[in-house]
C-alpha cells in the first residue's frame, strides 16, 4: 500500500466533507443558495428603509451608489436592490407620486420610452428572450414601495431557471448588482 491516500479511503482532508442530511434540522427538498444581502430587506420589516422613500434618495447619490443606470429629464431606471432576475430594472419618475394615473403626461412619455431604452439595453447586455413589464398600484396589489410610482423590467430567458422556484425551490442570481449597474449603464450610454 502507498503512503498516498487513494480517493475514497480514509483521507484526512475529507473530514471536513459533511453530509448536509446528517446537519441539525429536517431534511427537506429545498436547496439553499446563500444570500445575505436580503436580511437588510427582512430585518427592515414592512416599512423598508422607510425612513426616506428609496426612490426620492436614489436619485441624490452618485450612480453606483443609487444603482441608477440612466437619469433622464422626468424619470430615471435604476436596477432594484431586490432583484427577481439579473438585470431586473425599475423605471421612476423623479417626483414623488403614487400611482400611474398621477403622472404628468410629459411623465408617463419619458416612463414609456426608459421602458423601451431599458427592455434594448437588457437584451443586448444579457440576450435576455422575453420580458415581465409591470406596475403594482397600491400595497394590496403588492408595491413594496406604494408610496412612489415605478415600473418594473425583468428579463426573462427561454434557459433561464423557470424551474428552480417551482421544483426545486431555488432562486439564482449569478451576477452582483454592481457589475449588472456598469454594464447596463455603460451600454446605454452606448
Known sequence: MSD????????PSDAALVDAATLPGVPDEFQRLWTPHRMAY?????????HECPFCEAPRKS???GLIVFRGRTAYALLNLFPYNSGHLLVCPYRHIATYDQATDEE????????QQGMRVLRSVSRCDGFNIGMNQGHVAGAGVDEHLHQHIVPRWASDANFFPIIAKTKALPQLLGEVRRAVA???RG
Open 4 to 11: 498516498d491516500p487513494v480517493a475514497g479511503e480514509d483521507d
Open 42 to 50: 427582512i430585518q427592515a420589516g414592512p416599512e423598508v428603509l422607510r
Open 63 to 65: 450612480d453606483e451608489d
Open 108 to 115: 408617463v412619455a419619458e416612463i414609456g420610452l426608459l421602458t
Open 186 to 188: 455603460d451600454a446605454w
